[in-house]
């Protein structure tokens, strides 16, 4: 952890701007805090009003203070908030945490005060944390320079959970969430309108306390996705999942985004790439980053996929099978051997193929958890398992299903999940540490998320160690014409059609005798990216007057157009089963992204594409593909042999490496249509436009 963060986290000295004697106003929370949690560390209450607050000598002002505190709390408003800042800098002091709000969530006038209170700190090295923030908290130390009521709502403990959130509301929402669980938190910590500190930067120092178990973030945007990045390499390596909620989804939530944190929204698809890129678990809200706490904390990380489900009723084993295929995991698919062990113990109507129903007969005989469990518990098929109990009570001894599921729990090592929606039901379970929901969706739902999870943390990190050099073609224009785009991806390995670059009728003839028929001819000018909408394209051309023909009018249009440099492309024309395409553009946050997908004219109307962020190899762009709708063509459907999908990925991966070593020398790359064979008839590009770079790389401190 840094010293400047070290100074906000571990503070030996806290100072409060705005200190006030009631503790339910947001200058008296701190002190409240501070005092009950067993701060061992020198508070200093700043209240020109009082000589005490809360027990505690309070100064007229930071300069009359008989030390620099390390962080200082500022709880004034406005104008006086900035003012407190700059003389904080002044002071010497290493971090300060701005409560205030009113600036760079609000409007330009807002951002622009809010960026000179942020130069202020630069200057001196400073860390700001906020402003329009909850504060920070951490009960590991009592150090809680924050005001959130949740801390009185429900009472902190200690433990191995923290919770990193652009909001201080949604800070509060998970932690309480967890101390309802009775899960213990140390860190709850919100950077609001991250001026200058960042979740990321946070996170980094957070993955480093070797106590922490589970990271949870709220994000409203991704700033330095490179830190967050290597945060997440890090806690990779040390085995700390990382589980996020990245709100604005939506074009409206984005929106609403802009106004809460002053946040600029990221597009939803590439966040969504870069989290599985590196690891992050995305969950839709707060509720969800809780319900799965318990089962990230039991250390459980999942074999695989194969779930086994077991019921005293055969309408739970049915929605228990259902359950398992919505959260993409498949039902095991048990060896005889387990399956006679089972029907050992049940009445022989009873179902013992997956999923396992013990039948009513448990009312009568509550042993038979205890004889089916120890039956499936070492199946090898089995990675995780489900017990849903729709009905129990009186008449059933809970209190032994529940000692029988957690003996099984430490008797696999495996996940095991109870949905029990009685209390009376699922008390005793939780009781015995098992993991209980209330429904069969959430149980499966988190045994689902783990399976994803660790499956997506085993994922390889792939690496480029070496990159050849791009040079873009030289030009004022925001395009490169299309044979310049060609001829770039050819340069790089990229296999393009066959073509020639004409400016007479000459040598249309000639191109026309090389390629023997049919032809595509195609209008060719920088500032004319677009062609098909002008009439400057013309395919299946099979005679060499037709195609003279076609070149004298594509060129009298280019002339009308005014174009300096008007050429006509000859190229063959290129068959192959399926049209695909490669997308690319460069992210003024996230650098290079690529987009692979259904390609031809309807791309824009489909819109069924995969994003991915480079580095990344063929086997990950396959992946992506066979999450799309266009997914059955890959195998082939109704007859047709299977896609070659290998060279597409190549395809993919060649423009990955080009994108990202050009840079910002190149915004956009639109290969659209590659035309894909069968396996072992390769792939190839068709029609190729490439954008000269135009964005800049945000540094987002």
């Not at 508070?43 to 607050?53: A, D, G, K, L």
């Not at 690496?463 to 073609?473: G, I, M, N, S």
């Not at 992204?593 to 086997?619: H, I, R």
């Amino acid at each position: 952890m840094s010293d400047l963060l070290e100074s906000a986290l571990n503070p030996r000295t806290v100072a409060i701007i705005g200190a006030s004697e009631n503790i339910h106003k947001i200058g008296g929370r701190p002190i409240f805090y501070m005092q009950r949690g067993g701060f061992t560390g020198t508070i200093y209450p700043i209240n020109p009003s009082r000589q005490e607050v809360q027990g505690l000598k309070s100064y007229p002002s930071l300069a009359s203070l008989p030390e620099v505190p390390e962080l200082v709390l500022i709880v004034v408003a406005g104008d006086k908030a900035v003012e407190a800042v700059q003389e904080c800098a002044a002071t010497g002091v290493k971090s300060v945490v701005v409560i205030a709000s009113g600036f760079g969530e609000v409007d330009e006038a807002g951002r622009a005060v809010q960026q000179r209170m942020t130069d202020a700190a630069r200057a001196t090295g400073m860390r700001i944390y906020g402003p329009n923030t909850h504060g920070l908290a951490n009960f590991g130390t009592g150090a809680i320079a924050g005001f959130s009521t949740m801390f009185i709502e429900c009472p902190p403990e200690d433990g191995p959970v923290a919770v990193l959130s652009q909001s201080g509301g949604m800070s509060a929402m998970v932690y309480g969430l967890l101390r309802q669980k009775g899960i213990g938190v140390r860190h709850v910590h919100a950077t609001g309108n991250e001026a200058d500190v960042t979740v990321a930067e946070m996170a980094w120092a957070i993955a480093h306390d070797p106590e922490i178990k589970l990271l949870l973030l709220y994000l409203e945007n991704v700033a330095n996705p490179e830190i967050l990045a290597r945060t997440a390499e890090y806690a990779r390596s040390r085995d700390l999942p990382i589980v996020a909620v990245k709100a604005g989804r939506s074009a409206s939530g984005q929106q609403a985004a802009s106004t809460h944190t002053g946040s600029m929204a990221n597009e939803d698809r590439v966040v969504d790439a870069f989290f599985k890129k590196h690891g992050i678990f995305r969950v839709r809200d707060p509720h969800a980053q809780a319900l799965a706490a318990e089962a990230y904390l039991k250390g459980w990380r999942p074999a695989g996929n194969k779930l086994v489900v077991i019921s005293n009723s055969g309408a739970s084993c049915v929605m228990g099978a259902d359950a398992a295929e919505d959260n993409g995991l498949e039902m095991a698919k048990l060896s005889s051997t387990t399956q006679q062990a089972v029907a050992k113990s049940l009445p022989g109507f009873a179902t013992t193929t997956n999923p396992i129903d013990i039948t009513a007969a448990l009312l009568s005989n509550s042993g038979l958890f205890s004889e089916v469990l120890p039956a499936v518990a070492q199946d090898p098929a089995a990675d995780m398992f489900f017990i849903n109990i729709p009905v129990a009570g009186a008449g059933y001894d809970v209190e032994a299903f529940a000692r029988d599921t957690a003996r099984f729990e430490a008797l696999t090592g495996k996940p095991v999940a109870v949905a029990a929606w009685q209390a009376t039901v699922a008390e005793p379970f939780r009781q015995g540490g098992v993991a209980t929901f209330a429904n069969e969706g959430d149980a499966v739902g988190v045994l689902g998320q783990l399976a994803a999870h660790t499956a997506m943390l085993k994922q390889p990190l792939v690496h480029w160690p070496e990159l050849a050099a791009v040079q873009v073609p030289e030009g004022a224009e925001q395009y490169c014409d299309e044979a310049q785009s060609l001829g770039l991806l050819s340069t790089h390995g990229v296999p393009v059609v066959q073509h020639f670059l004409c400016t007479t009728a000459a040598q249309v003839r000639a191109a026309f005798e090389k390629l023997g028929g049919p032809v595509a001819l195609k209008g060719c000018a920088p500032e004319v990216p677009h062609k098909t909408e002008l009439g400057l394209v013309a395919l299946n051309i099979t005679d060499v007057e037709q195609a003279v023909r076609v070149f004298d009018s594509h060129m009298a249009k280019l002339t009308a157009l005014s174009v300096k440099k008007a050429a006509v492309i000859v190229a063959a024309m290129s068959r192959g089963k399926h049209e695909l395409m490669v997308g690319a553009r460069f992210d003024p946050v996230f650098g290079p992204v690529v987009l692979v997908g259904a390609g031809g004219k309807y791309v824009e109307a489909m819109k069924d594409y995969a994003v991915l962020l480079p580095p990344f190899n063929q086997e990950q762009v396959e992946a992506a593909l066979r999450g799309l709708r266009l997914a059955p063509m890959i195998d082939g459907v109704r007859g047709d042999l299977p896609m070659d999908i290998s060279a597409f990925s190549s395809i993919a991966v060649a423009v990955g490496k080009i994108v990202m070593a050009a840079g910002t020398k190149i915004a956009s790359v639109d290969l659209n249509p590659v035309m894909v064979g069968s396996k072992g008839e390769g792939a190839r590009v068709v029609d190729a436009l490439l954008e000269r770079g135009s964005v800049q790389k945000l540094e987002i401190k």
